[in-house]
Nanobody
Framework: QAQLVESGGGLVQPGGSLRLSCLAS????????MSWYRQAPGKERELVAR????????NYADSVKGRFTISRDNAKNTVYLQMNSLKPEDTAVYYC????????WGQGTQVTVSS
């Protein structure tokens, strides 16, 4: 079965950086677009970024544009989210998924931005 395992979260001060990773297995990673979502306490899950299967196209939520960068390494079956200039409002659990594919959500990785 398809599996996605997020990692790289942690506690960081405002203005700091983190790089999240999502390791995929159980499917042909290189033919799927990938997305990052996040969910903060008391709020709905929101789309943060998307990347096409070969990595040639990306898009971002307005709230993270210019600060976050999504990328992928198909040889490693991994998608990344580089997060710079972090703000307290970026605090959330971050999840990855195949773009447009319904399924269960994994554990995610917690990002906490606090002074």
């Amino acid at each position: 079965q398809a599996q996605l395992v997020e990692s790289g979260g942690g506690l960081v001060q405002p203005g700091g950086s983190l790089r999240l990773s999502c390791l995929a297995s159980g499917f042909t990673f290189s033919i799927y677009g990938m997305s990052w979502y996040r969910q903060a306490p008391g709020k709905e899950r929101e789309l943060v970024a998307r990347i096409t299967s070969a990595g040639g196209g990306t898009n971002y939520a307005d709230s993270v544009k210019g600060r976050f960068t999504i990328s992928r390494d198909n040889a490693k079956n991994t998608v990344y989210l580089q997060m710079n200039s972090l703000k307290p409002e970026d605090t959330a659990v971050y999840y990855c998924k195949r773009t447009g594919i319904s399924g269960s959500w994994g554990q995610g990785t917690q990002v906490t931005v606090s002074s």
